[in-house]
């Protein structure tokens, strides 16, 4: 049995979970908790967690004592054991109600395949539920997840080092993290190079990659995901833009997809290091990145196209971001990949400067979105589509083996800065002339609608019941 095939399998169980009325993403968490505790046994590593609070205590039980039991457990959880786990069990809670549902979710778990999820990788196993999850609409959880190809096509062209500390200010469930930790491992023999120290080693394992997530559950996710893939590094729960951000080390590699849209309520970060405050969030992450690289440092950072034409404050912090850095490269992104169909995004690769001025000679700008497929069910994104981009970007990753500017009918041209510098420090710079996307895979199919809907009616109802209960005790209490 293949992963993938594990991965269908745990998915297939949110539809007990529905009968309870548990959404998708609170199924994924859920799963998380009962996942933890099987691995542990899995992985033998159950000395991490109180006796009597194990995989086999809560397997032993049934019925209404076996719930009861679980809940237990969680709170237990959450104030014992190692600080990963209290960290990954802090506030949990099930939303289980019918003892029935939790004892089919053990006894599914209890009968994977789990000598195949072992060969294959739990981390690669938890990685693919994360995935799937993103990819369910309903769940909400797209916006915690980055594709994993233009992931993994960062990280190629960044190329982290063992040695050098990666930071995620915006982790969601620590995909950027784990795929340069993965890149390191394969240029390192799995860090069994003769050449790495013992020092080297742990240094890799408890140091070298650390960042922030705000969302509490998606920051549990991003826990159990780091420690399925064997990394012990700081990951905190808190927002980068407040001065828990200012206070992170400066950092070698910075790989990170921020969040779109304004601060809450519309207010300003609560940092007070930035240069120009504002309280749009993609703009205030930029300035967090190139303020938090070391001399030299690089940087790829997911960004709205927004944050490439916006006046005043945008661009200020662009000027002040190609005076302090390198900004060599800038890809556009195609539309479609992400969980809302109509963003249009880019990346943007660069590096800080020794100083603080003049630092961006030039950028270069690959237009991935012109003529390009409508991705989705129909055509998949694959890491395939990178490929040219890649040959093109070099095998430097401070960016100084480009290929030779393709001109006008190419998809990768240069701009000097004085050019840039003509357009007002626009940088949405597009040239070839965009035929439409081929295909219609952005429309829903029928099936999905006809789900969506039938949610919606679901949530309606269970929303009316409680109502319902909520003005009868009222009544009783009268």
């Not at 080092?161 to 469930?173: K, R, S, W």
């Not at 620590?174 to 190079?193: H, P, S, V």
């Not at 701009?415 to 357009?423: G, H, S, Y």
């Not at 269970?462 to 209490?477: K, P, R």
């Amino acid at each position: 049995m293949t992963t993938q095939d594990i991965v269908q399998k745990l998915w297939n169980l949110c539809h007990v979970l529905r009968d309870d009325g548990i959404t998708y993403h609170q199924y994924v968490t859920e799963l998380t908790y009962l996942l933890f505790l099987k691995m542990m046994k899995e992985t033998e590593q159950e000395k991490l967690l109180p006796r009597g609070y194990r995989w086999g205590d809560l397997e032993a039980k049934a019925g209404v004592e076996q719930l009861t039991f679980y809940r237990e457990l969680l709170l237990h959880l959450g104030t014992r054991g190692s600080g990963r786990v209290q960290a990954i069990f802090a506030n949990a809670q099930t939303m289980l109600t019918q003892p029935r549902n939790l004892k089919k979710l053990v006894d599914a778990i209890d009968e994977l395949d789990w000598y195949s999820a072992k060969t294959e990788g739990l981390g690669d196993l938890y990685e693919g539920l994360l995935e799937k999850n993103a990819a369910e609409k309903k769940s909400g959880a797209g916006q915690y997840f980055t594709p994993r190809p233009l992931i993994d096509s960062m990280v190629h062209v960044v190329k982290p080092q063992a040695g050098e500390l990666v930071q995620d200010p915006a982790a969601g469930t620590a995909g950027f993290l784990i795929a340069a930790d993965r890149y390191i491992k394969e240029q390192t023999d799995g860090l069994f190079d003769p050449r790495l120290s013992e020092r080297e080693v742990a240094f890799q394992k408890k140091h070298a990659f650390y960042g922030v997530e705000l969302v509490p559950d998606a920051h549990r996710l991003a826990l159990m995901n780091l420690m399925l893939h064997d990394i012990e590094g700081e990951l905190e729960l808190g927002d980068s833009l407040s001065n828990l951000g200012a206070g992170l080390a400066k950092a070698d590699v910075i790989l990170t997809n921020p969040p779109f849209g304004t601060k809450k309520g519309g207010g300003l970060p609560t940092r007070d290091d930035f240069t120009y405050p504002t309280s749009n969030k993609q703009i205030a992450f930029l300035q967090h990145v190139y303020r938090g690289l070391k001399a030299g440092g690089r940087a790829a950072v997911v960004l709205p196209d927004n944050v490439l034409f916006e006046e005043n404050v945008g661009a200020e912090v662009r000027r002040d971001l190609m005076n302090k850095c390198d900004l060599h490269t800038i890809l556009r992104l195609p539309t479609g990949i992400f969980y809302a169909q109509g963003v249009k995004t880019n990346v943007l690769f660069f590096t800080r400067g020794q100083t603080d001025t003049g630092n961006t000679k030039a950028v270069w700008v690959y237009d991935m979105r012109a003529n390009m497929p409508s991705f989705g069910k129909r055509t998949p994104f694959m890491r395939a589509h990178f490929a040219e981009f890649e040959k093109a970007f070099g095998s430097d990753p401070y960016g100084k083996t480009k290929r030779k500017d393709q001109g006008e009918a190419g998809r990768f041209r240069r701009f000097t800065r004085e050019e840039i510098k003509a357009r007002g420090d626009n940088l949405d710079i597009a040239w070839l002339k965009d035929e439409g996307a081929h295909g219609a895979d952005d429309l829903p199919e029928p099936e999905e609608i006809a789900a969506e809907i039938m949610e919606k009616l679901r949530v309606a109802m269970s929303e009316m019941e409680g109502l319902s209960a909520a003005l009868a005790m009222d009544e009783v209490a009268e």
